[in-house]
């Protein structure tokens, strides 16, 4: 079990930075009065997402979205994202993970000075352009569609990063193990193109059934770690597995 060093948001401040330990620090918050034809849920998630203070933050710092602070948090920890690294991005819409990467990858450093970064982003939705980024649409789970981002990618990865998820059916079960076949792709994938010592990076939803991943994981990569950041909500089942220092090919 991993535990998180005491940071900004938890030591009397809040992710934008302001401290509220002194009287008179409280922010309010905005309240939606529902409307007709919205349902409930729907208004209730209208006022968390107004309440949130990662997503103002995003808005701020111009990040595409509060996902940005939970990969951020992640390599403050284990420090994948290095200059000059090669990193592959599935299911990267909107973008705020590319946009992490090519800042703490010096993708748009000069060349000859910094280590220059590569940053391939795939999602089945169209993505606004990323400066350093390239972005293609794709859905992962079609068929050759990894030959298709191999060719993209024209060479081997320092990371392999899965935000991946699967639309909601309502039901807990079937959405686990719907995400945990989205990862399982994503590490096949992680496994023919890494870079021996690489890492790999997945959202996962906790359900129980993630067990062989676990197990799979363990063979290819020298550690594995479950983590749930500080930006992923308290309410949400989601947590992210990281496994680093990948052995590289396997004997047959």
């Known amino acids: 079990m991993a535990f998180w060093k005491k940071g900004p948001t938890e030591m009397g401040k809040t992710p934008t930075g302001k401290n509220t330990s002194g009287r008179g620090q409280r922010e309010l918050k905005v309240k939606v009065k529902s409307a007709r034809g919205r349902k409930l849920s729907s208004t209730r ?3 968390r997402q107004l309440n949130d203070p990662y997503v103002k933050r995003a808005q701020a710092e111009g990040y595409r979205g509060r ?19 090669r990193i592959v991005d599935l299911g990267a819409a909107p973008g705020g993970w590319c946009q992490v990467a ?8 000069e060349r000859g ?6 940053i391939l982003g795939i999602d089945l939705q169209e993505m606004e ?39 909601s059916s309502g039901h807990k079960q079937t959405d686990h193990l719907r995400i945990i076949a989205l990862c399982e792709a994503a590490a096949y994938f992680a496994f023919d193109v890494l870079e021996e ?7 996962v939803l906790a359900g129980g059934a993630e067990g062989d991943l676990q197990k799979l994981l363990k063979q290819r990569f020298t550690k594995v770690a479950n ?17 680093t220092g ?7």
């Open 129 to 167: 352009p990323i400066a350093g980024c390239e972005l293609h649409q794709l859905d992962f789970m079609a068929d050759d569609a990894d030959i298709q981002v191999k060719e993209w990618l024209g060479g081997k990865a320092d990371v392999v990063m899965s935000d991946m998820a699967a639309s």
């Open 227 to 243: 983590i749930k950041p500080p930006a992923s909500r308290s309410d949400s089942s989601e947590k992210f597995v990281v496994a």
């Open 102 to 109: 090519v800042k703490r990858c010096n993708v748009l450093a």
């Open 45 to 47: 998630w209208l006022q």
């Open 113 to 118: 000075g910094k280590a220059v970064g590569t």
């Open 67 to 85: 996902a940005a602070y939970k990969i951020m948090e992640l390599d403050d920890k284990y420090r994948f994202l290095v200059p000059g690294a």
């Open 246 to 252: 990948f052995r590289g090919t396997l004997e047959d």
């Open 197 to 203: 010592g690489g890492t790999f990076v997945a959202k």
